[in-house]
């Protein structure tokens, strides 16, 4: 029998054919966007929202420029402020910390992450979290897979840039209407001081 080498083999096309062959879903597939630098405090076209003047919420990788495998956002939270308790039953989100500091609930456990530090919240778990201190905590979200986020992002900004609280139902619609469940209220700092 003779052998073939792994060379042989790739650069004759049997392999290339093979895998050519084999079926594609939608979360696999290619990438519709070349190579693309996102600048400090920019967003790819249609993903830069501003709530009170000033820009909160960044699309860094649209979920259109990766086959809808993931979305990747950057928001800016004020102090004391932060999402409902809620679920994505669909998708995993990992949180990273560029600056500052936010408490984040995820199921029962309570944990605080500061400027580097990561964490993943699975799909279908109860999570929030709340920005500390007394800066804008500067946070990178990537959500696997990208599902309706930034459409969600987009809505959501309209409905928190208001003087005061938002209106609650409002904000339950746009959840809603993106296929967030909300199970709680926002989280309070208060509950993450040493």
């Known amino acids: 029998m003779k052998t073939v080498d792994r060379r042989t ?13 084999l079926p594609r879903s939608e979360a696999q597939s290619t990438t519709s966007a070349g190579p693309f630098k996102v600048g400090a405090e920019e967003g790819r076209p249609g993903g830069l929202w501003f709530v009170h003047g000033e820009k909160t919420f960044f699309t860094k990788v649209s979920g259109a420029d990766v086959g809808k495998r ?32 936010i408490g984040v609930q995820c199921g029962s456990d309570h944990t605080v992450l500061n400027t580097g530090d990561s964490f993943m919240a699975p799909a279908g778990v109860p999570h929030a979290f709340v920005a500390l201190g007394t800066e804008p905590a500067h946070t990178l979200f990537l959500f696997d897979p990208a599902g309706d986020m930034e459409a969600f992002f987009a809505d959501y900004s309209t409905v928190i840039d208001v003087e005061g609280e938002p209106d609650r139902k409002k904000l339950m619609e746009v959840n809603a209407k993106h296929g967030i469940k909300v199970v709680g209220p926002p989280l309070k700092a208060a509950g993450f001081a040493s």
């Open 9 to 21: 083999l790739l650069t004759s096309g049997v392999a290339t054919r093979a895998i050519s062959a």
């Open 70 to 101: 993931y979305a990747i956002i950057e928001a800016h939270t004020p102090p004391g402020l932060g999402p409902e308790l809620h679920i994505h039953p669909l998708q995993n989100e990992m949180f990273f910390v560029l600056r500052g500091s």
